[in-house]
């Protein structure tokens, strides 16, 4: 009888083990499980840095594709565990422990607690927003830079676009010892194509991502150094391509290089002058008489958008290769976001290439970099070095 009572009090106990475990699935890297009314995947994304995947209504989180995110050669081992409500995923970087029930989540490095928040995410209207902790007077690093930010490395917020002067990525490195990485459901915001949907801001204890969708993901990476930051954030992305030597050098860039002659002229200058000079930049003189500020929005049967200005290149190929012999210096021509020529934008507007009723083109849409792509690979062929991406 004793040993009856025994082995039913062991059955009891294990009932109640189970019953207040956590449930969760294992995926390829790592688990998927439920946090309050939305689901959650905590994976190994590279070897110093967990993927969060989040996802509200009936969509089931997994990694998003990235062009930020580079193809992982090699995952790192990872161990899950659960206990009570909590479930945390190891790796010999760090782990990831979230409660289920509370929506608290910690992020640990290899020596311990780096970041602790009392929220992992909740979903505004149609945004996402998601919570890491940082320390009292914590600084963040890295998020670009632009002629607002001149004279400073930190930063309390970033909105992520491209303009004229200005580049901003939805990514920081704080002191409080983690990076992260954030990546939205769509390439563009709605209002703008130059805006990212992932924009930060610090709060007193936080730095909140806010999505726009029902799924993101956070990249975390531990790491107590900005220098280790760094390097995980490599890991991640894949290393940038270096430049090549002479763009670290001088360049001599003008709109109003009026001639062959004017050009050879002032080459000459700087050379027998002993200035430095090692690449030379042209506005649309190079390719164009007249620039196109003034066409109306189904340009001109006349513009030439994928020609040379003979005035300034009636010899192009020859041209080029002599400055590039006879003065060593590259050249580099300067490109609008759009088209002039009638034609053209007839042929991109039945496609649906442009933007809104104007001549801008939507690089965003694949078609059109292939078409794009296609239409100036001529001139690098005939010794054109690199592009000014311009307006």
């Known amino acids: 009888a004793i040993a009856m009572q025994m082995v039913w009090a062991l059955c009891l106990v294990l009932h109640a083990a189970l019953a207040g ?3 969760y699935t294992p995926t390829e890297h790592g688990v998927l499980f439920a946090v309050q009314g939305y689901q959650v995947e905590v994976a190994v994304a590279s070897l110093s840095a967990f993927r969060v995947s989040i996802a509200f209504g009936q969509l089931t989180p997994a990694q998003w594709p990235s062009r930020m995110v580079a193809p992982q050669p090699v995952y790192p081992a990872f161990l899950i565990s659960a206990q009570a409500t909590n479930i945390t995923l190891s790796a010999g970087f760090g782990a990831i422990t979230v ?24 979903q505004a209207g149609s945004a996402i927003l998601v919570s890491i902790g940082k320390a009292a007077g914590a600084q963040q690093y890295g998020a670009g830079g632009g002629l607002d930010q001149v004279g400073t490395l930190t930063f309390n917020s ?59 993901d956070v990249y975390i990476m531990p790491a107590r150094t900005m220098a280790a930051g760094t390097a995980a954030y490599y890991n991640l992305t894949g290393r940038p391509p270096v430049l090549p030597r002479y763009a670290f050098g001088f360049m001599a860039s003008r709109w109003g290089w009026w001639d062959k002659a004017y050009i050879r002229e002032t080459l000459e200058h ?25 066409l109306p929005n189904n340009g001109s049967p006349t513009f030439q958008d994928f020609t040379y200005d003979p005035l300034v ?18 050249f580099g021509g ?16 039945s496609r649906g290439w442009l933007i809104g009723a104007g ?33």
């Open 21 to 23: 475990a956590v449930s």
């Open 158 to 216: 970033s909105t992520p676009q491209v303009q004229n002067r200005k580049f901003m990525v939805p990514y920081f490195w704080s002191t409080t010892g983690v990076g992260a990485l954030g990546v939205a459901s769509a390439d563009t915001t709605a209002a703008a194509l130059n805006y990212y949907p992932a924009t930060w801001a610090e709060t007193p204890t936080a730095i909140v991502f806010n999505f726009t969708g029902q799924r993101a």
């Open 313 to 330: 290149y009636p010899d192009p190929v020859e041209q080029l290769h002599e400055y590039h012999d006879d003065f060593h210096v590259r």
């Open 270 to 294: 700087f050379r027998n002058g002993s200035f430095p000079l090692d690449a030379f930049i042209c506005d649309f003189e190079w390719y164009t008489p007249n620039p196109d500020y003034l």
């Open 334 to 349: 300067i490109r609008k976001p759009r088209l002039g020529n009638t034609e053209l934008l007839n042929m991109a507007r």
């Open 359 to 391: 001549r801008n083109l939507n690089y965003s849409i694949d078609a059109v970099r292939e078409w794009y792509g296609a239409n100036i690979a001529h001139f690098l062929a005939e010794g054109v070095d690199f592009w000014w991406n311009d307006e």
């Open 99 to 122: 409660d289920t029930q509370s929506g608290k989540w910690e992020i640990r490095d290899a020596e311990g607690v780096v970041s602790s928040s009392s929220t992992l995410a909740v």
